[in-house]
């Protein structure tokens, strides 16, 4: 099997097993980690940070984890409803009046957050360069017509989200989404995690790897079919135009797409959704109320998802599964919050795979740890 590093409690041998399993097959640089009660008890890496095999996976190695960011977002509007200062009920247009054109006017934060707002796309062809530009990005979308009335469907938002939930957040605080993520999450918890990030961490950036399935080095995001639900939602990502390539340009890194261009590690993932799992405080710091976390799971909408063609449940931001929440990135990477039992497990990769090929390494690591937790 292949050597992992890192520190793992002896209960949960089964999520290094499995991260060796995944290293040994198929990944090329991952690492994976569970925190319960707050604590780290699995912070486990291994493998290569490149595709030639030259450079060790370190444990301060970083990679794009693509809609897995949503999480880090959605957490940001839940703080930001827990302190008075949004209201998920209200219309978008109370804080972005703008957003109430073209028969939106009775579109909800919440709707936002649930992918039932019908903007699962922007109108005509999308490429990585179009959401480099924010006021360009967010002003179609004001006036774009929703697919359908805001409310009673949901279809996945897989790139759109990030910037109508950040917009609002901007429209709120004054910041834009990833500074206020940095100012007001990851700083005070410690979290190596980045919405946006500068140019001192890029040296220690893992560039992600298209599936061995692509034969041109590289991979288009394309509508998932309906096997690739978002209960193993690597597949999630869909966005014409956008290529694996993309995400490994350093006009990615620096941008703002809080649904989609946040890079960490599996530990900066799970410390920082240990807030959700731990009631809203973790090590002394606290950013929500226990009644602020449970929003979380708040049901906003459960049937067919008009996008992804498969069943889903979306709570306030995230996915709902069974007694957790969560949501996964486009080629693999994943984070599963379990509020009862105050556990946050993640897995964070740079080898991407189908979905049918690679959704066994991420569940894996969750399936792991909930047998070391039983």
Same mark, same amino acid.
């Given at each position: 099997?292949?050597?992992?590093?890192?520190?793992?409690?002896?209960?949960?041998?089964?999520v290094?097993?499995?991260?060796?399993?995944?290293?040994?097959?198929d990944?090329?640089g *991952?690492?994976?980690?569970?925190?319960?009660?707050?604590?780290?008890? $699995?912070?486990? =890496?291994?493998?290569?940070?490149?595709?030639?095999?030259?450079?060790?996976?370190?444990?301060?190695?970083?990679?794009c984890?693509?809609?897995?960011?949503?999480?880090?977002q &959605?957490?940001c509007?839940?703080i930001?409803?827990?302190?008075?200062d949004?209201d998920l009920d209200?219309p978008?247009?109370?804080?972005w009046?703008?957003?109430?054109?073209?028969?939106k006017?009775?579109?909800?934060?919440?709707?936002?957050?649930?992918?039932?707002?019908?903007?699962?796309?922007?109108?005509?062809p999308?490429f990585?360069?179009d959401?480099?530009? =924010?006021?360009?990005?967010?002003?179609?979308?004001? &006036?774009?017509?929703?697919m359908w009335?805001?409310?009673?469907?949901?279809g996945?938002?897989?790139?759109?989200?990030?910037?109508?939930?950040?917009?609002?957040? !901007?429209?709120?605080t004054?910041?834009?989404a990833g500074?206020?993520? *940095?100012d007001? $999450?990851?700083?005070?918890?410690?979290?190596d995690?980045h919405?946006?990030?500068? &140019?001192?961490?890029?040296?220690?950036?893992?560039?992600?790897?298209?599936?061995?399935?692509?034969?041109?080095?590289?991979?288009?995001?394309?509508?998932?079919? *309906?096997?690739?639900?978002?209960?193993?939602?690597q597949?999630?990502?869909?966005?014409?135009?956008i290529?694996?390539?993309?995400?490994?340009?350093?006009?990615? !890194?620096?941008a703002?797409?809080?649904?989609?261009?946040?890079?960490? +590690? *599996?530990r900066s993932v799970?410390a920082?959704q240990s807030?959700?799992?731990?009631?809203?405080?973790?090590r002394?710091?606290?950013l929500?109320?226990?009644?602020g976390?449970?929003? &979380?799971?708040?049901?906003?909408?459960?049937?067919?998802?008009?996008?992804?063609?498969?069943?889903?449940?979306?709570?306030?931001?995230?996915?709902?599964?069974?007694?957790?929440?969560? =949501?996964?990135?486009?080629?693999?990477s994943?984070v599963?919050?379990?509020l009862?039992?105050?556990?946050?497990?993640?897995? $964070?990769?740079?080898?991407?795979?189908?979905?049918?090929?690679?959704?066994? !390494?991420?569940?894996?690591?969750?399936?792991?740890?909930?047998?070391?937790l +039983?």
């Open positions: 099997m292949a050597e992992v590093l890192g520190e793992c409690d002896s209960r949960f041998g089964a290094r097993d499995a991260l060796g399993e995944a290293l040994e097959k990944d090329v *991952a690492s994976a980690a569970v925190f319960v009660g707050g604590e780290p008890v $699995v912070d486990i =890496w291994g493998g290569h940070a490149d595709a030639a095999r030259t450079i060790p996976w370190q444990r301060d190695t970083i990679t984890v693509f809609s897995v960011t949503k999480t880090m &959605a957490l509007a839940l930001l409803a827990d302190r008075g949004l209200a978008v247009a109370r804080y009046p703008e957003f109430a054109a073209a028969g006017e009775g579109v909800l934060v919440r709707h936002l957050l649930a992918h039932t707002a019908g903007l699962p796309d922007l109108e005509g999308v990585a360069a959401l480099y530009d =924010w006021p360009a990005v967010t002003s179609r979308l004001a &006036a774009q017509e929703p009335e805001p409310g009673t469907k949901a996945y938002h897989s790139l759109t989200q990030g910037f109508v939930v950040g917009e609002v957040i !901007r429209r709120v004054g910041r834009a500074a206020f993520f *940095a007001e $999450v990851a700083g005070p918890l410690g979290a995690f919405i946006g990030l500068s &140019a001192e961490h890029d040296h220690r950036v893992a560039p992600l790897i298209a599936p061995p399935s692509s034969p041109s080095g590289d991979w288009v995001a394309s509508a998932p079919s *309906a096997d690739e639900a978002p209960g193993a939602a597949g999630a990502d869909a966005g014409a135009g290529r694996v390539s993309d995400a490994n340009s350093l006009a990615w !890194r620096r703002q797409i809080p649904s989609a261009s946040g890079f960490g +590690n *599996a799970a920082v807030v959700l799992a731990c009631g809203g405080t973790v002394g710091t606290r929500l109320s226990p009644a976390c449970e929003v &979380a799971r708040r049901e906003q909408f459960r049937g067919v998802d008009q996008i992804l063609g498969s069943s889903a449940r979306y709570g306030m931001g995230y996915g709902i599964f069974d007694r957790s929440v969560g =949501w996964g990135g486009w080629g693999g994943l599963i919050v379990d009862d039992a105050r556990m946050a497990v993640s897995y $964070v990769m740079n080898q991407m795979l189908d979905q049918s090929e690679g959704s066994y !390494r991420g569940l894996g690591i969750v399936i792991a740890a909930y047998e070391g +039983n």
